[in-house]
């Protein structure tokens, strides 16, 4: 099945409501990040990247794609390492801390004068570390959908689709197992995001682009992150879906407690995944915070 990965924005449009003014200029970058291992991007537009944008775990960087079109304006969607178009990592560790060593690498490369880092998940987690560990690279902080409080309770609906099959007979199996765990979703959008995040083998079947998370033990592995918090001094927003249970009123009052700075918005409609849901009204957001 012929597969063209730029050849979906005009539909992406037409269903956010947005005009088509033509095919946006983006193009797929490599960067290596040491140890034999390449992280991938897309990068939007001629100029200086404005923003970067990380997805969360089990998606890739097209994920952005109609918060890109809506903003207009140059920016960087980066697929995780294990996701996407990156190398997978062979002791599959792709928690936060690992995953920002990795993204600073690239965004000093491919976005050294970006104004925002937007992480999303299990990219918003690795955005916390990232403005922690490299604050030069990060001025203005959107997480979205997710705080150091989630936990496996609050992550199970998530858990349970992401953790199911890897390969599938056909793409109407792999379809069809997705529209049951995202049913607010329009089938079209969904299959959309499928072509970009599973390929067909060369047996036939459907195989899921990333790789598994090494499993914590008996916790998710995001030790450390509500004391990165704390070093997180820059202009922070979290936005959070209405329709989520991944982030709790505990976990904002957390949030605020330790970033009173912080900005905290809800985006009605939403479920976790915000920028699939409700991509229009998550790039207001992000042009009015940037």
């Given at each position: 099945?012929?597969?063209?990965e730029?050849g979906?924005?005009?539909?992406?449009?037409?269903?956010?409501?947005?005009?088509?003014?033509?095919?946006?200029?983006?193009?797929?970058?490599?960067?290596?990040?040491?140890?034999?291992?390449?992280v991938?991007?897309?990068?939007?537009?001629?100029?200086?990247?404005?923003?970067?944008?990380?997805?969360?775990?089990?998606?890739?960087?097209?994920?952005?794609?109609?918060?890109?079109?809506?903003?207009?304006?140059?920016?960087?969607?980066?697929?995780?390492?294990?996701?996407?178009?990156?190398?997978?990592r062979?002791?599959?560790?792709?928690?936060?801390?690992?995953?920002?060593?990795?993204?600073?690498?690239?965004?000093?490369?491919?976005?050294?004068?970006?104004?925002?880092?937007?992480?999303?998940?299990?990219?918003?987690?690795?955005?916390?570390?990232?403005?922690?560990?490299?604050?030069a690279?990060?001025?203005?902080?959107?997480?979205?959908?997710?705080?150091?409080?989630?936990?496996?309770?609050?992550?199970?609906?998530?858990?349970?689709?992401?953790?199911?099959?890897?390969?599938?007979?056909?793409?109407?199996?792999?379809?069809?197992?997705t529209?049951?765990?995202?049913?607010?979703?329009?089938?079209?959008?969904?299959?959309?995001?499928?072509?970009?995040?599973?390929?067909?083998?060369?047996?036939?079947?459907?195989?899921?682009?990333?790789?598994?998370?090494?499993?914590?033990?008996?916790?998710?592995?995001?030790?450390?992150?509500?004391?990165?918090?704390?070093?997180?001094?820059?202009?922070?927003?979290?936005?959070?879906?209405?329709?989520?249970?991944?982030?709790s009123?505990?976990?904002?009052?957390?949030?605020?407690?330790?970033?009173?700075?912080?900005?905290?918005?809800?985006?009605?409609?939403?479920?976790?995944?915000?920028?699939?849901d409700?991509?229009?009204?998550?790039?207001?957001?992000?042009?009015?915070?940037?």
């Open positions: 099945m012929d597969y063209d730029f979906f924005f005009e539909e992406n449009v037409r269903e956010a409501g947005l005009p088509w003014t033509g095919p946006p200029t983006v193009r797929r970058e490599f960067v290596e990040v040491g140890a034999g291992q390449r991938s991007a897309l990068v939007w537009g001629g100029g200086s990247p404005r923003t970067v944008l990380l997805h969360g775990g089990a998606q890739n960087a097209h994920t952005w794609d109609t918060v890109a079109l809506a903003l207009d304006h140059p920016l960087v969607a980066i697929d995780l390492p294990g996701h996407g178009h990156s190398d997978w062979e002791d599959r560790d792709y928690w936060p801390a690992r995953n920002a060593e990795a993204i600073a690498t690239v965004i000093e490369r491919l976005a050294p004068e970006a104004e925002s880092v937007v992480g999303m998940s299990l990219g918003g987690l690795t955005a916390i570390r990232l403005a922690a560990r490299y604050p690279l990060v001025h203005k902080l959107v997480v979205v959908d997710v705080t150091p409080g989630v936990n496996l309770e609050k992550a199970a609906p998530i858990a349970a689709f992401v953790d199911g099959p890897q390969t599938f007979a056909s793409l109407d199996e792999l379809l069809e197992r529209i049951h765990f995202n049913p607010s979703r329009s089938v079209s959008s969904l299959r959309r995001g499928i072509m970009h995040n599973a390929g067909r083998r060369e047996d036939g079947t459907w195989q899921w682009r990333y790789d598994r998370l090494r499993p914590p033990g008996d916790r998710l592995a995001f030790e450390g992150l509500w004391d990165d918090l704390t070093t997180v001094k820059v202009p922070t927003m979290l936005v959070r879906g209405s329709l989520s249970g991944v982030v009123p505990d976990d904002i009052a957390q949030f605020s407690r330790l970033v009173p700075h912080a900005r905290i918005e809800t985006v009605d409609g939403a479920g976790h995944s915000v920028q699939g409700r991509p229009v009204e998550l790039a207001r957001l992000l042009d009015a915070f940037v």
